[in-house]
């Protein structure tokens, strides 16, 4: 929101320099003769509005150098460039080193000070400067004189800009007590007159209006002295004298004795702005008087309309225009007629659109009274023009940042045009304008939400409007996220998504918001476009790329029936197109790899939780097997298409090449499926074969391929399951034969521990390693070294620790040896030994080399975690409180050393599962006072980080669903049943296919029974 600041302060001094540049450019004349000099005052001043005042500063620099009589004004500038800054309090220590407070130079700065509060929007400091030099100077002289009417004059405006118009009238007779140029002083009284018009009618003292009017009258008739703009306000508003005396007829010929020379006027304008593009039209008094002739004539008409005996000829007269006494026609100066003229010939005009209205009005009424049918001779592109010239100008007040004005403009025009052409592009400057505000008007802002809601509303089924409609809805979301308004911007496009799902435009979007969310890892918002694509936009050419996103973030949610529910899907829609490509090979290849990961989740025990039973068990062993098998067939029929037909699978050189390297991988994994099938028992030896033959396969087609190496170990290492000697000694000697430097050949020993844990032979794969152990120093800290990160990351952790524990006895090297020792730490984690774990933590944290290393924070970080889980099943009170502390000042270490949000915002979740923890100890040793203590503030901890956290940050949203699933409970626990619902719902509208929905969907049924 910042952001906005400079530009709406720039646009608030575009408005006051528009107002009030005519006037100061005239009143600087007298006060700096010197052109060069005044050149480069104005360009100093540019300099500042356009945010450079290091430039500035140089070029006054300069100009003193120059010009150093004009030291005075050149520090007003010098002044001005601080306060363009919002620098006030630096001006109001350089204003009161001045000695005399009531000096040129004094009153200059603060009147500049003044001027930058009204820009700033500081109303109220503005007023009390500029109050206090009006009461001080009441009779300027000298230097002063140029000073008084600039700031008298952006007085009045800053007053009628805060809709102070008394105190903005009492400011406008200031102005008369300096000299004033003729035009300047000719724009004076015809905005001071037009003030004292719209404020007469309030007047309740027949002797304060009476005096109000005389004043008002005396500074018109001195604005008939000439004919110019000015000229033609004063009849218009002389007219309106005469309409508050009550003399209609006085008001009417005064119009129609003036039409002369205000068509004069009006022929001017027109040569200078013939098409009205610069807005001087707008300012040509003769549509207003003939539209206020036509009203004059209207009531007349309708006043003898109202008599019992209401003579008809006259009412004709008043609206159709006068007889002819000799051709018996009528003269067309009636009120319909004018009407109709200031509508046609004067579009551009604001009285424009409702000369139109007025006229249908009376169209009406004659063809009701009299039965006659009046010719409104107006066409549709007159119409349109009326339109344009309309809405033209709220459009150009907008194209100045004149926000606020802008609304006021379009709301008007709006009103008269709700449902054109033109009345879109306009709700859409409406809804900024709206937007460029809500800063600092919260009324604005719930504005610019209807705005919004009802463009998207009323021309979504347009047939004509909907595209135009649907791209200022774009236009309008846009705009909101330039503003890092981000819930406004998701707020308007799920309108837009809503309301225009045809859009040509929608699902372009929808997709480009879903790859957003995802390339930010914010999973559960992707989904939600991805979805909308697959279940909406089918027709999409971002269909099947949306299905494909899908299973991807269902793979790394570890979703893995969804990923091959949505894979098996995607498989299918593609086969059925004419011409699927290269995607059905990556489609049907993604499909196979899918099954072998959730068939080996299965067989090892990872489908569901630790404490299934027996029969659950085999069910999830046998289904893990079909998965494999599925894999086979799977990984077979890529190879088979690749081999049979892959022209047809690859339109370039690139897909070829991605085609062969998933030929390849294909042949290898299918034998590495054939491997991991553990059933039936009586079938694993030809199985075993089976998978032979398939790495057989792999080395004969791709000798050099890149994982022939490990193919040829595998083979040598099913030879040896299956206890045939000769073949498995053949195949280790044509693998240290053939591949002499790969890593399978020098590492054989641990490459087949890691191959027999793989395929789910844990027990002879931990035999191997058991055998590399043994052997001592044959091997390298370097091979021990990933022998432990393998073991550890099969969550083989006794083995692992044994590893470590090999590297650590031979070790030299520092960084080796700091690895060793927080990997074993880890492990000992594994195996549930926190004890141990802290020991060893608390070792490497206060050993004097370790300690420098940047390992040290990822000890305290994991000792956060050991710690309270120590904590968590303590008794002893100071020793149990001793362990929460000792994790908390360890998250106190590691948080010196994250700056990135998202790794502040995890350390805060580990802080309230410290809470957690310490919750869950108390409530074992039945300390309930403690526990609810503590759960009140592991609720304070994680409802901070719901509030905190925004929404709209991709980068946080996991962070925050945890929190989310972690306070719940608690809340539920805490019995804040309306709280708890309140966030249960909040949770599934963030996270419609989040990873905790069925937890949430139970947990929101439990708190509306409990409220």
């Not at 700091?818 to 000992?828: E, K, T, V």
């Not at 306070?967 to 708890?980: Q, T």
Request: charged share 30%.
């Amino acid at each position: 929101m910042n952001e906005k600041h400079p530009k709406i302060f720039c646009g608030r001094l575009v408005l006051l320099l528009s107002v009030v540049a005519p006037l100061c450019a005239a009143f600087a004349q007298n006060a700096v003769e010197d052109a060069a000099l005044r050149e480069e005052l104005r360009y100093i001043e540019l300099l500042q509005q356009m945010r450079m005042p290091d430039i500035a500063d140089e070029v006054i620099a300069e100009t003193k150098k120059r010009f150093p009589e004009a030291g005075a004004l050149l520090k007003v500038s010098e002044t001005k460039g601080l306060l363009s800054q919002g620098r006030f309090d630096e001006v109001q220590k350089v204003i009161d080193a001045i000695p005399d407070k009531n000096g040129v130079e004094f009153w200059a700065l603060t009147l500049a000070k003044a001027d930058a509060y009204y820009a700033f929007g500081k109303y109220a400091d503005a007023d009390k400067l500029y109050l206090s030099f009006f009461k001080k100077i009441e009779k300027p002289a000298g230097a002063l004189v140029t000073f008084y009417r600039d700031s008298a004059y952006k007085y009045v405006q800053m007053l009628l800009y805060l809709g102070k118009d008394r105190e903005a009238l009492a400011a406008f007779r200031n102005l008369f007590k300096v000299p004033l140029e003729e035009g300047v002083e000719r724009q004076v009284r015809a905005d001071m007159a037009e003030l004292m018009l719209k404020l007469l009618p309030d007047e309740k003292k027949k002797e304060d209006r009476d005096k109000m009017m005389k004043e008002t009258e005396t500074n018109v008739d001195k604005l008939l002295w000439k004919q110019d703009v000015w000229f033609g306000k004063a009849i218009v508003m002389k007219a309106h004298l005469f309409l508050m005396r009550g003399d209609l007829k006085g008001a009417q010929e005064l119009v129609e004795n003036y039409m002369p020379q205000l068509k004069t006027i009006h022929d001017s304008l027109v040569e200078q702005d013939p098409d009205g593009s610069q807005g001087m039209l707008r300012m040509s008094p003769m549509p207003q008087c003939r539209y206020l002739l036509a009203v004059l004539l209207m009531d007349e008409a309708m006043a003898e309309a109202k008599k019992d005996k209401a003579d008809e000829e006259r009412i004709k007269d008043l609206l159709v225009g006068e007889k002819d006494a000799q051709t018996g026609k009528r003269k067309q100066n009636g009120a319909f007629n004018h009407f109709i003229n200031v509508f046609i010939r004067f579009p551009e005009s604001q009285w424009a659109s409702e000369a139109g209205e007025r006229s249908e009005n009376l169209r009406k009424f004659i063809k009701a009274r009299y039965n006659a049918d009046l010719r409104t001779p107006v066409t549709e592109e007159q119409m349109r023009r009326v339109r344009e010239m309309q809405f033209a100008g709220a459009r150009l007040v907008f194209s100045q940042n004149q926000f606020k004005e802008a609304t006021e403009k379009y709301m008007l025009v709006l009103n008269q045009f709700p449902e054109t052409p033109e009345s879109v592009p306009a709700l859409g400057d409406l809804a900024i304008s709206f937007i460029e505000t809500a800063d600092k008007d919260a009324e604005a802002a719930l504005m610019a939400e209807t705005v919004t809601a009802h463009l998207s509303e009323r021309f979504s089924a347009h047939p004509k409007l909907m595209k135009d409609a649907g791209d200022q809805m774009r236009r309008i979301g846009e705009r909101y996220g330039e503003l890092r308004m981000e819930d406004k911007k998701r707020q308007t496009y799920a309108l837009f998504f809503r309301d225009y799902p045809t859009h040509y435009a929608a699902g372009q979007l929808v997709m480009s918001f879903g790859e957003r969310e995802f390339n930010a890892k914010n999973y559960a918002g992707a989904m939600t476009y991805y979805r909308q694509i697959s279940e909406i936009y089918t027709n999409s050419t971002h269909y099947f790329d949306a299905i494909n996103r899908m299973a991807q973030i269902y793979k790394e949610e570890g979703q893995a029936t969804n990923e091959i529910q949505t894979l098996e899907f995607y498989v299918e829609r593609l086969a059925a197109r004419e011409r699927p490509g290269h995607a059905l090979v990556v489609g049907t290849f993604r499909l196979a790899d899918a099954y072998r990961e959730y068939g080996i989740r299965l067989i090892r025990g990872g489908g569901t939780n630790e404490t299934v039973d027996a029969e659950q068990k085999a069910a999830e062993q046998k289904e893990g097997v079909n998965m494999l098998s599925k894999a086979v067939m799977g990984f077979n029929n890529v190879v088979k298409m690749l081999e049979e037909n892959a022209a047809a699978y690859q339109q370039n050189d690139e897909e070829k090449q991605r085609n062969e390297q998933m030929r390849e991988l294909a042949v290898f994994t299918k034998a590495v499926c054939l491997t991991q099938i553990n059933q039936p028992e009586d079938k694993l030896p030809v199985l075993r074969k089976l998978a032979i033959s398939g790495y057989e396969e792999y080395v004969k087609r791709f000798p050099k391929g890149k994982y022939a190496p490990k193919a040829q170990l595998q083979i040598g290492t099913l030879y040896t399951i299956l206890q045939d000697t000769a073949n498995a000694q053949a195949a280790f000697e044509k693998l240290s034969k053939i591949y002499p430097e790969s890593d399978e050949a020098k590492n054989s020993v641990p490459m087949q521990a890691a191959a027999l844990i793989e395929i789910g032979l844990r027990g002879e794969g931990v035999a191997k390693y058991r055998q590399m152990f043994a052997a001592g120093g044959t091997y390298t800290e370097g091979q021990f070294m990933a022998a432990a990160r393998a073991l550890e990351e099969n969550k083989e952790y006794d083995m692992a620790i044994q590893a470590y524990d090999k590297v650590l006895s031979t070790a030299k090297d520092t960084g080796q040896i700091a690895n060793a020792r927080l990997g074993r730490a880890r492990a000992l984690v594994g195996v549930k030994k926190f004890t141990e774990a802290h020991k060893a933590l608390d070792a490497f944290i206060t050993d004097k080399e370790l300690s420098k290393l940047q390992l040290v924070v990822d000890a305290n970080l994991l000792l956060v975690e050991v710690a309270s889980e120590e904590g968590k099943v303590e008794k002893d009170n100071n020793e149990r409180t001793r362990l929460f502390n000792a994790a908390v000042d360890a998250l106190k270490m590691v948080k010196k050393y994250r700056t990135q949000p998202e790794e502040l915002a995890d350390l805060d979740l580990k802080a309230g599962e410290i809470l957690l923890r310490k919750l869950t100890a108390e409530k074992k040793l039945g300390l309930n006072e403690q526990a609810v203590e503590t759960r009140g503030k592991a609720i304070v901890a994680f409802q901070g980080m719901i509030m905190a956290i925004d929404p709209g940050n991709a980068a946080l949203a996991n962070t925050l669903e945890k929190a989310y699933y972690n306070c719940l409970p608690l809340l539920l626990e805490h019995k804040k049943y309306k709280d708890a619902a309140e966030d249960c719902e909040r949770y599934l509208s963030l996270f419609p296919d989040g990873r905790y929905k069925t937890d949430v969907q139970n947990w929101l049924n439990q708190a509306r029974i409990g409220q």
